[in-house]
């Protein structure tokens, strides 16, 4: 298909669009300039982040009125997430204007009762469909089906009107919140889920664009009013988790520590060794992992910016991988060895570019709430947390903890947050206070965990990575009450991490503190416990799960 065209405007990760549609077997060609939008026979504008720093890159690049007259001209069109918010009339989120092609505006998520952004895999319900006598050229759903889930991340959201009603396709449910998940009317289509971080079940929503008309008659259709679930119907997510770095070779192998130590304790000593990243990650998105999170814990001192060996994980990676990819370690100002300095908000564009949908950062966001409270807790706007978040969206910014227990003997010797835990400390104390560590848990700091995770909240990030140095490598379970601590503190979602070595352990994390995912690496890279293993018992236990994608394209 030569016609077919991408509108990119800067938004981050289009790679694994593109990756996606390759894999269908079409080629694609990105829009340059304004005129390239009329030559288009088929149009897909993604996007990702915040609605104004979107819609003041399509003014500023010239590409907003000739976007208008093309969706005007009847060519098919599909937007994917801020693509899609960006036709309507404009977004709570900014005084930016949007193209006004769909009455209303987006709105935030009520906070009060759940996390935001609503991020994770979650279902539709259609309602719209072809009457019993229609006829049409394009599947009128475009591969939506309501039992599958699909990629959601976003903190705004449009609603349904009477105003709007007659383009909305699907609907979502977050909580007890009703919004737009799909719009089709004519020659326009557009999701807020992201279809190609949705698995096999979203490329299918690629192909059914690429392969029909992309127009439907509305005369066909017939609507029905969406039907609010008793339950929430957004899914608990399943990561796995690869400790990535350099062993003595110079080779980039996936390793997992004992309490962060990722040497043998036998033998020579060596890194330990469990595989090649991309075909480890391409193994556990075909066993159902929801998520892949790469952390880089290698520092590549003396690499250019765009010589970093993680930048080329990150590409093979996404070639054949359709879930959203994290990448922690190294997101910091980086100096090449010819003295060019490189802002970690550059460092992130260039993941995100090679594939990335999230960055994680660890020690500079202990350093960023620091600086923080010295402030009095006025926001810089200059922070790697800011500077990105603004870019690419609090979704995109993940925080990524690394805290271990100081003991006391009563709440009132320290004046840091502390918890009751069930592990006694070395002298039977029962109270701890959580630490924050920096330098991959070799530095401690005068800082715990919740002023850490309070602050970055307001600094823009989007979600936490909640690691426990103290059960790291022990199959012990998950860190339950610091975990229940954080989730308390924040409103946004929270990643359990370190401990898990049994499938009841992660039903137990998401029933006992609430948290919106969890993450595991060991017991997944051996082969202890599959992926499909937890799966099938989290789901046996009443806690919803995104099923295995079982897709045929």
């Not at 093309?70 to 404009?90: D, H, T, W």
């Not at 505006?105 to 009457?131: C, E, I, R, Y």
């Not at 609907?171 to 289509?189: H, M, R, S």
């Not at 029933?511 to 599959?530: D, K, M, S």
Request: hydrophobic letters at 35%.
């Amino acid at each position: 298909m030569s016609g077919l065209y991408m509108l990119d405007y800067g938004a981050g990760n289009v790679r694994s669009l593109v990756n996606a549609i390759n894999h269908l077997g079409y080629d694609i060609t990105f829009v340059k300039d304004p005129s390239d939008i009329p030559k288009a026979e088929k149009l897909i504008f993604p996007g990702v982040g915040d609605f104004g720093f979107a819609m003041r890159s399509l003014r500023s690049k010239g590409y907003a009125e000739p976007l208008k007259a093309y969706i005007a001209s009847g060519k098919p069109f599909m937007g994917i997430c801020v693509g899609m918010q960006s036709l309507f009339e404009g977004s709570d989120e900014s005084e930016e204007l949007g193209l006004g092609v769909i009455p209303g505006k987006t709105a935030k998520f009520d906070s009060s009762s759940k996390a935001v952004p609503h991020m994770g895999w979650n279902h539709s319900q259609l309602v719209k469909s072809l009457k019993a006598d229609g006829k049409s050229g394009q599947d009128v759903s475009f591969g939506i089906e309501e039992e599958k889930t699909y990629y959601f991340v976003h903190s705004y959201a449009a609603r349904v009107n009477e105003r709007n009603k007659e383009w909305v396709l699907a609907t979502g449910q977050y909580g007890d919140e009703i919004f737009i998940a799909a719009v089709q009317k004519d020659n326009v289509f557009a999701t807020q889920f992201h279809p190609e971080k949705s698995g096999y079940a979203g490329v299918r929503i690629l192909q059914s664009f690429l392969t029909g008309t992309g127009v439907v008659d509305q005369s066909q259709l017939v609507f029905k009013e969406p039907v609010l679930s008793e339950k929430d119907t957004l899914t608990k997510r399943i990561i796995a988790c690869l400790d990535v770095r350099a062993n003595d070779n110079g080779d980039l192998v996936v390793t997992k520590g004992d309490q962060y130590d990722v040497r043998e304790t036998e033998g020579g000593n060596d890194v330990r060794n469990l595989g090649k990243p991309v075909d480890l990650a391409r193994r556990y998105f075909e066993e159902g992992a929801d998520e892949i999170t790469f952390l880089n814990i290698t520092s590549f001192r003396n690499c250019p910016l765009g010589d970093l060996p993680m930048l080329e994980v990150l590409k093979r990676t996404s070639e054949t991988v359709f879930v959203p990819l994290t990448i922690g370690g190294g997101i910091r100002d980086v100096t090449d060895p010819d003295g060019t300095v490189h802002p970690a908000f550059e460092v992130a564009g260039e993941y995100f570019r090679s594939g990335a949908d999230k960055v994680s950062i660890g020690s500079d966001a202990v350093y960023c709430a620091e600086n923080f409270y010295k402030s009095g807790g006025k926001l810089t706007g200059t922070t790697a947390i800011e500077t990105i978040a603004e870019a690419y969206g609090s979704q995109a910014v993940v925080i990524s903890v690394d805290p271990r227990r100081v003991y006391v003997k009563d709440p009132s010797e320290t004046t840091h947050h502390t918890v009751k835990n069930s592990k006694l400390g070395p002298n039977g104390e029962q109270y701890c206070w959580y630490q924050c560590t920096v330098m991959g848990g070799r530095e401690g700091r005068d800082m715990d965990v919740i002023q850490l995770v309070t602050a970055c909240e307001k600094l823009g990030a989007g979600e936490i990575l909640l690691n426990c140095m103290d059960r790291d490598g022990t199959n012990s379970g998950f860190e339950l009450e610091l975990i229940n601590s954080v989730r308390q503190a924040v409103s946004i979602p929270v990643i359990a991490s370190s401990g898990a070595g049994r499938v009841e352990d992660f039903v137990e994390v998401f029933e006992e503190t609430g948290c919106e995912a969890a993450l595991a690496a060991g017991i997944f890279h051996r082969h202890e416990v599959p992926i499909q293993a937890v799966k099938e018992f989290v789901k046996q236990s009443g806690v919803p799960v995104r099923p295995i994608d079982t897709t045929i394209l």
